[in-house]
């Protein structure tokens, strides 16, 4: 799943390395503008940034056929894990 976005799609992250995948709803390369440590507000402040700016632009999708038809951002960002909101 996406950290940003919380997109399920491709292994953004396989075995703690950033896969370099480009996710196509936020457009956020893992391992470039995904960093940071659960539990460690300070080192999630980038991804909290980028997730609100997001959100706050209307969310437009970097591929916007990959979007599904049932597609609801504030559902998909409620699918992320607890360490990474």
């Known amino acids: 799943m996406c950290r940003i976005c919380g997109f399920e799609g491709p292994a953004f992250w396989s ?3 950033p896969t ?3 996710c196509p709803c936020c457009g956020t390369e893992s391992g470039t503008g995904d960093l940071g440590t ?3 507000h300070r080192k999630l402040r980038w991804i ?3 997730r609100g700016y997001r959100v706050g632009i209307g969310v437009p999708w970097t591929v916007p056929e ?3 038809a049932q597609g609801d951002i504030l559902e998909q960002l409620t699918g992320l894990p607890a360490e990474w909101r």
Request: avoid cysteine; proline fraction near 13%; aromatic fraction near 0%.
């Open 15 to 17: 075995n703690g390395e």
């Open 20 to 22: 370099e995948i480009v």
């Open 38 to 40: 659960p539990g460690d």
């Open 48 to 50: 909290r940034t980028l």
């Open 66 to 68: 990959a979007r599904p």
